[in-house]
């Protein structure tokens, strides 16, 4: 069974950085994604990679800020996030992609003051 704890969140002003962390114990041949979910809001897609790393997908929000990656070897996900805006403020979850219902993590709360 893939267990998936996030980590990395924070307080952050805008225009600031944070790097987001994702262990799975395994997950080798997952491709794998980062999500997110606002207060009062649907949970949306942010990011994903393919499980060789070789290809990434954004969301349009994401696009030039945002950069997924992983370590295979670690076991870990990665989601570096530059120049952070308040309406980046969410939780943010990593799963498989497309994401399993049974996956979903505790998430890392993400503010961002203005």
């Known amino acids: 069974q893939v267990q998936l704890v996030e980590s990395g969140g924070g307080l952050v002003q805008a225009g600031g950085s944070l790097r987001l962390s994702c262990a799975a114990r395994?997950?080798?041949?997952?491709?794998m994604g980062w999500f997110r979910q606002a207060p009062g809001k649907e949970r949306e897609f942010v990011a994903a990679?393919?499980?060789?790393?070789?290809?990434?997908y954004y969301a349009d929000s994401a696009k030039g800020r945002f950069t997924i990656s992983r370590d295979s070897a670690k076991n870990m996900v990665y989601l570096q996030m530059n120049s952070l805006k308040p309406e980046d403020t969410a939780v943010y979850y990593c799963?498989?992609?497309?994401?399993?219902?049974?996956?979903w993590g505790r998430g890392t709360q993400v503010t961002v003051s203005s």
């Open positions: 395994t997950f080798r041949n997952y491709a």
């Open positions: 990679i393919t499980w060789s790393g070789g290809n990434t």
């Open positions: 799963n498989t992609n497309p994401p399993s219902p049974g996956y």
